[in-house]
């Protein structure tokens, strides 16, 4: 027989194992709990798949006599684990396992005849290989037979056509529970409707690609390493109540690991070595090692994608496209902006989180801990339309280029300038040195207009931009300041560090006295009286703007620099808001909470905001939500220190929202969420 006619019998049995009955297909958005053991890492536990004897299946005997029992049973477990959407190359896989389990070397073209006399019910019944067969045809064969990866339909989602192999199935590992394995992935194209579609997403290089209806099991960190969702949770969860680093969680898996002496690691290291052109984009940190570990960068990697994917589940979004490598930074920014225009929601009150003051107590304070650099560009604070110069802030937002003072658009100005944008270059052109880098940030550096104005960019990063642009004349009044006859003598620190670059002050927060953080906003330059009370300002508008007059009555706010906020000139005096709105701040109640009171000498303070008259009506408020919730979110300042702007605002983002349902969570179950503990230093 000619080579070309044994190529084409070869190609019709691919094609006829190809057709043979399949479970019905699922409509897009459904479960189907085979491809979930498929794609899981519990695949690799399926040595504790049940025996069956002979009498169980029914099968085509004579068709299947060259097959002792052992070999009906591989063959049916290879069927269940090797997925349909592999085509022609399903027969491939399930040939390498089979003949490896019997030590046989039966073609295709038999397997092809066996496998067409076996039924669908039949092959549901044997499970799936066991783990030491599946290593074993892999390093046999050099493919991947441990995991499969394959999109969730066969039929395109447009035109319900079919759908074809777009490229030869890939290699890649997949960390999961039980340690790396490899897997084998394949991506499907539409020939009619020139869509793409992969383990994770589809889509096309114009459109963009968006995610399935469906959530994967596994979550994509590139283009060769996966994450099962069961072990980023963990993850995700160590970071949210252990403040575990990306490159701490990579290092608890890899020791734990290498204490378990995984079968899984050191196999994936030994096929990455044997094979290295067919894994030719997956390396090895350390041969020396003889195991696969897990990078701190893939553990990143899984966290930003993942956490995008359900912040658009979240927001019933799952239809957004991502048309290139910088559009998830993009979305994050997005979501950034929408974050601080609204209160995170909190719709599920128990009786025990209101018996602590949530619905009737917020406390507001600054947290200095966190913080990042912001461009150097210094911009004049006028605003078009508004009352002359603002006693407000005139720092850029802007997340300033590695290696450089400003931001990309103003590196741009600073180059038409011929003024060096290199933050040590510009520290050098200004005639400063590292110790008297503060003075650059306020006198030193270039002034000039760049697009808008420097309030409204500051302002659309705190949220305020829009009640600044509604109520132009806020700016007027809070030109005037403080009221000279009443100004307080308490002094609060609220002026910035001296430091190589410019950061933010930190981010103030505004929290429910059952512990739900309601909003957050970044502090730029230091925690001004102006600045605080447009950012909470804002807060009540959107957040008690509904209330009744009577209602905002008995809403307490408190703040340690209440004093200084309440005695601006503008917050004396109804603000200029329509309707009911000018009389928010002047209908609800401010305090100073019962730690900071004492740090007050002004006698005023104490008789206008002290708490006793709460504790005395409310005896189970608590006022120190803020600072409680503080003992946790600090301790996350080796952590989002070193991100920039895009990623420090998400990562927080994020973990605030696990906060506030498990806060939640513990509220509706009867327990008390755990709070964290200031480390204590004993005295001598």
């Known amino acids: 027989m000619s080579a070309k006619r044994r190529a084409g019998r070869k190609r019709k049995y691919a094609l006829e194992l190809d057709c043979l009955p399949k479970l019905p297909r699922l409509e897009f958005g459904e479960t189907e709990s085979s491809s979930l053991l498929t794609e899981s890492s519990s695949l690799l536990a399926g040595s504790d798949s049940a025996e069956i004897g002979p009498s169980v299946v029914q099968t085509d005997i004579p068709q299947l006599e060259k097959l002792t029992w052992k070999g009906v049973t591989i063959l049916g ?59 074993k045809a892999t390093m046999s064969s050099g493919r991947p037979c441990t995991g499969f990866l394959a999109p969730p339909t066969l039929q395109c989602l447009q035109c319900d056509g079919s759908l074809y192999t777009h490229n030869d199935p890939s290699v890649v590992v997949c960390f999961g529970q039980r340690g790396p394995f490899l897997a084998s992935k394949i991506t499907l194209r539409c020939k009619a409707c020139h869509i793409n579609y992969r383990y994770d997403q589809f889509g096309d290089e114009i459109e963009g690609y968006r995610y399935y209806d469906q959530q994967r099991p596994f979550v994509k960190a590139s283009r060769t390493t996966f994450v099962s ?60 090692i003889g195991v696969f570990e897990l990078h701190r960068k893939t553990v990143a990697e899984a966290f930003w994608t993942a956490e995008v994917e359900s912040e658009l589940r979240e927001r019933a979004d799952v239809g957004h496209t991502f048309t290139s490598a910088a559009s998830r930074e993009q979305f994050m920014d997005v979501a950034d902006k929408q974050r601080a225009l609204q209160p995170y929601p909190h719709d599920i009150c128990s009786d025990e989180c209101r018996k602590r003051g949530c619905g009737t107590l917020w406390s507001v304070d600054g947290l200095w801990k966190l913080v990042y650099p912001v461009c150097m560009y210094r911009v004049p604070k006028e605003v078009t339309g508004f009352s002359g110069q603002l006693k407000y802030v005139d720092a850029c937002p802007g997340q300033p280029m590695h290696g450089k003072a400003f931001c990309e658009k103003h590196c741009r100005v600073a180059a038409e300038k011929e003024i ?196 005395q009506t409310h005896p189970e408020m608590n006022t120190m939500c803020c600072e409680q919730t503080f003992a946790w979110l600090g301790r996350f300042k080796k952590i989002v220190c070193t991100m920039g702007k895009c990623h420090h605002h998400f990562y927080l983002h994020r973990m605030v929202k696990r906060r506030n349902k498990y806060i939640g969570f513990c509220y509706q179950n009867n327990r008390r969420p755990i709070q964290s503990r200031r480390p204590v230093v004993s005295s001598k």
Not at 110 to 116: H, L, V, Y
Not at 499 to 508: A, D, E, F, T, V
């Open 77 to 135: 477990q290879a069927l269940n684990l090797v997925p349909s959407a592999f085509r022609s190359y399903r027969l491939k896989y399930v040939a390498s396992i089979l003949n490896t389990g019997l030590n046989a070397e039966y073609s295709e073209t038999d397997i092809a005849g066996f496998a067409r006399a076996m039924t669908v019910e039949d092959q549901n019944l044997l499970g799936l290989p066991t783990e030491e067969l599946l290593w």
């Open 229 to 288: 969702r069961d072990l980023y949770q963990f993850f995700a969860a160590a970071g949210h109540h252990a403040w575990c680093s990306f490159e701490a969680a990579a290092e608890i898996y890899n020791e734990a690991q290498r204490e378990c002496g995984s079968f899984n690691a050191s196999n994936t290291a030994a096929f990455v070595k044997k094979y290295p052109l067919r894994a030719q984009e997956i390396t090895i940190e350390t041969d020396s």
């Open 420 to 615: 060096p944008s290199g933050l040590r270059d510009f520290l050098r052109y200004c005639g400063v040195n590292k110790e008297d880098a503060a003075t650059v940030n306020e006198n030193q550096a270039t002034e000039g207009h760049v697009g808008g104005s420097c309030l409204q960019s500051a302002a659309d990063c705190q949220g305020i931009a829009e009640s600044v642009k509604t109520f132009p004349k806020l700016s007027s009044d809070l030109d005037d300041g403080e009221l000279a006859d009443s100004r307080t003598v308490c002094n609060k620190d609220t002026g910035s560090k001296r430091q190589l670059q410019k950061w933010i002050r930190g981010h103030l927060f505004i929290v429910r006295g059952g512990g739900h953080i309601d909003m957050w906003q970044p502090l730029y330059q230091s925690e001004g009286p102006a600045q605080v009370f447009l950012i909470v300002l804002t807060w009540l508008i959107s957040a008690l703007g509904h209330f009744s007059r009577e209602q905002r009555k008995n809403v307490v706010l408190s703040y340690d620099n209440m004093c200084h906020v309440d005695n601006l000139r503008v917050a004396r005096k109804p603000l200029p808001l329509p309707g009911d709105l000018s009389h928010i701040w002047l209908d609800i109640k401010k305090i100073i909470d019962s730690l900071h009171i004492k740090n007050h000498k002004d006698q005023r303070c104490h008789e206008l905001y002290n708490p006793d008259s709460l504790k």
